[in-house]
């Protein structure tokens, strides 16, 4: 029986698969044609490939050709994209791509869905259903990988969520001025080795100070197991027990670097009063 010679892909393709297969973005086509060729390139007879993702093995040949018989210009997207159908058929207009990201950069709940943020699938059944009476029928026939591919150019990605910090506070650069000026002041009582000048007269200590409510207090219910021949490492109980919750309250020295906590079971003004008088008898 003769052994199947494996695909050679190149390295940076075969990355971009697996994080084509990985990613729970890619449209389905296309992870199923990538899962064709790492599997190839794994030395995978067609029946088994085709076997394994429930195709036909014409479907393998197809796409294990096309990667071998690539040219020079083609990129892997380029390999990998979605026929919209056989016979010529009509290029998607600037404009039809502009209103596909247009309504791509709305939020779904916007337009009458109960999602917060779209899915690629989501996204092409709204393009379909509505693209008619915007005017622009080429894309009733639209596929996820081509949707994919539009946004994908404008580095649009409307299914990901990323945060920002907002400036709500007006006056917010003046204060932000000021903090500044104090870590400032503090950086010039440091030489350039990072020791403290020594200072002479009263010294005024600054400290940076948060609070941390509702920290959880939870125990193990089990002894842990040191490692040994059997294990490397620590091995600790799954289950473990619920103490209530805590807050921290701590400063920390800016010239010292030292820590000063305060740990309560409330959080409440009694609580940061009792961090003051612990500073009050800390310093002169």
Not at 152 to 172: A, E, H, M, T, W
Request: glycine share 6%; hydrophobic share 35%; net charge positive.
């Amino acid at each position: 029986m003769n052994t199947p010679k494996p695909l050679l892909l190149a390295a940076e393709h075969k990355e971009k698969l697996e994080k084509l297969v990985k990613s729970g973005m890619t449209p389905a086509i296309i992870v199923q044609r990538a899962k064709i060729l790492i599997l190839k390139a794994d030395g995978r007879s067609n029946d088994s490939v085709a076997e394994e993702l429930g195709i036909n093995k014409r479907t393998v040949l197809l796409w294990t050709k096309k990667y071998r018989n690539r040219s020079a210009n083609e990129t892997l997207d380029d390999i990998l994209s979605v026929s919209e159908g056989r016979g010529p058929k009509e290029e998607i207009s600037g404009e039809a791509k502009t209103w596909i990201t247009g309504i791509a950069c709305q939020k779904p709940k916007d337009l009458g869905y109960a999602a917060e943020t779209w899915t690629n699938s989501a996204l092409t059944r709204h393009i379909r259903q509505h693209t008619a009476a915007a005017g622009y029928q080429r894309l009733t026939t639209i596929s996820e990988s081509s949707v994919f591919k539009i946004l994908s150019k404008s580095n649009i990605k409307p299914f990901r969520v990323q945060y920002y910090c907002g400036r709500l506070d007006p006056d917010f650069d003046s204060k932000m001025h000021n903090v500044l000026l104090v870590y400032k002041q503090i950086l010039l009582q440091f030489d350039k080795e990072g020791k403290r000048i020594p200072f002479e007269g009263q010294a005024t200590h600054v400290l940076s100070y948060d609070e941390k409510p509702g920290i959880q207090a939870i125990a193990t219910t089990g002894e842990d197991l040191l490692p040994n021949e059997g294990h490397g490492t620590i091995k600790r109980d799954y289950e473990y027990k619920r103490l209530g919750t805590v807050s921290l309250l701590a400063g920390i020295d800016l010239q010292t670097g030292e820590a000063i906590p305060l740990v309560s079971d409330t959080h409440n003004s009694r609580d940061y009063i009792a961090f003051l008088e612990n500073l009050n008898n800390k310093y002169p």
